[in-house]
C-alpha cells in the first residue's frame, strides 16, 4: 500500500523561507511510474495544485501564481521536497503531497489517490 510521510512546515515570517518534504513507500508500480503533486488548502478554500512532476514525460509543472518562488525537485525514487521562497500570508495552508499511478493530462488536477497527511504552513511576523 502507497504510504506518504510529510516532514517540514511551521510558523515563519513573510519573506523566508522553508522546505516541505515527501518520503514515499509502498509502490508497486516503478516510482517514475507515478504522478506526483503538492497541493495546498487554505482556511476557507477548495485545496489547489501547486506543483506536480508529471509521469507523462518527466516534467515539473506550477501553479501560475506559484511559479518562481516555489520549487519542487525530486531526490531520490521515493523522496521529493517543495522548497517555498519569499512566503506570503497567502501561502498559509496545509500542504499535501500525492501520488497516483495513472497518466494524468494535467498532474495539478486534484484527482490523486494517495495522500500524505498535510503539513500546515503558517506565514505570519
Not at 500570508?89 to 496545509?94: L, M, Y
Not at 499511478?101 to 504552513?121: A, H, M, T
Amino acid at each position: 500500500q502507497v504510504q506518504l510521510v510529510q516532514s517540514g512546515g511551521g510558523l515563519v515570517q513573510p519573506g523566508g523561507s522553508l522546505r516541505l518534504s515527501c518520503t514515499m513507500s509502498g509502490f508497486t508500480k516503478g516510482p517514475f511510474s507515478y504522478a506526483i503533486g503538492w497541493f495546498r488548502q487554505a482556511p476557507g478554500k477548495e485545496r489547489e495544485g501547486v506543483a506536480c512532476i508529471s509521469n507523462n514525460n518527466g516534467n515539473t509543472y506550477y501553479l501560475d501564481s506559484v511559479a518562481g518562488r516555489f520549487t519542487m525537485s525530486r531526490e531520490s525514487e521515493t523522496l521529493v521536497h517543495l522548497q517555498i521562497r519569499n512566503l506570503e500570508p497567502g501561502d498559509t495552508a496545509v500542504y499535501y503531497c500525492a501520488v497516483d499511478p495513472l497518466y494524468f493530462r494535467n498532474c495539478l488536477k486534484d484527482i490523486y489517490d494517495y495522500w500524505g497527511p498535510g503539513s500546515q504552513v503558517t506565514v505570519s511576523s
